[in-house]
Nanobody, 120 residues
């Protein structure tokens, strides 16, 4: 299975973007999928995750602004990001399957990353 993340770009503070993560190669329905982000020189952090029953979890820094979802029929996961802030600037990665609390393993597939830049 390959994951392809796209939808990043340059946006002004207060703006919005929607990231997509498309799975290809085979039917893909992992129990938990997630979005991570990383800034150069800093650790990768879990942004949000969603189970195959629709349960979602968010990092405190994005609660109320980001919404994660998945469309099983399209083998695609989304991250709607509203009211973006400069501190949201990072490379965003999708990953699946992931474990409870966002733990990754050797079985985790990663998208190639998409850059989100929030700047005026």
């Amino acid at each position: 299975v390959q994951l392809q993340a796209y939808g990043g770009g340059l946006v002004q503070p207060g703006g919005f973007l929607r990231l997509s993560c498309a799975a290809s190669g085979s039917i893909f329905n992992p129990t938990i999928m997630g979005w991570y982000r990383q800034v150069p020189g800093k650790q990768r952090e879990l942004v949000a995750m969603v189970t195959n029953t629709g349960t979602t979890t968010y990092a405190d820094s994005v609660k109320g602004r980001f919404t994660i979802s998945r469309d099983k029929a399209k083998n695609t996961m989304y991250l709607q990001m509203n009211n973006l802030k400069p501190e949201d600037t990072a490379v965003y990665y999708c990953a699946a399957p992931i474990g409870v609390a966002g733990k990754v393993s050797v079985s985790t597939n990663w998208g190639q990353g998409t850059l989100v830049t929030v700047s005026s």
